[in-house]
């Protein structure tokens, strides 16, 4: 999950990083760091953040699976390598 990625899901939620922070139980510094691209947060953590997210504000979301959304953002490494690999053939990793 990218630093922008989750910055907007959390102004999407019209959240402060302190209340997002408490929302997945963590400290704000944590979510301050993941936003700036300090730190990542691990599989878990990007599942809560999803958590943080009802139906209504998935919306426009649905061209792309449930299925495909969790592998992007369980494995972000290797859906930025197919991708490029996608686009430019690249063999190797």
Not at 50 to 59: G, M, W
Not at 62 to 88: C, G, K, M, T
């Amino acid at each position: 999950m990218t630093p922008l990625r989750i910055k907007r899901v959390r102004k999407q939620l019209g959240l402060s990083q302190d209340e997002f922070a408490r929302r997945l139980g963590v400290a704000r510094v944590t979510v301050t760091r993941w936003e700036n691209g300090s730190r990542k947060p691990g599989s878990i953590a990007a599942r809560a953040i999803r958590s943080t997210l009802t139906p209504q504000e998935t919306q426009g979301w649905h061209s792309v699976s449930q299925a495909a959304l969790n592998e992007i953002w369980d494995n972000p490494e290797d859906a930025i390598y197919d991708n490029w690999q996608a686009r430019f053939g690249a063999k190797a990793r």
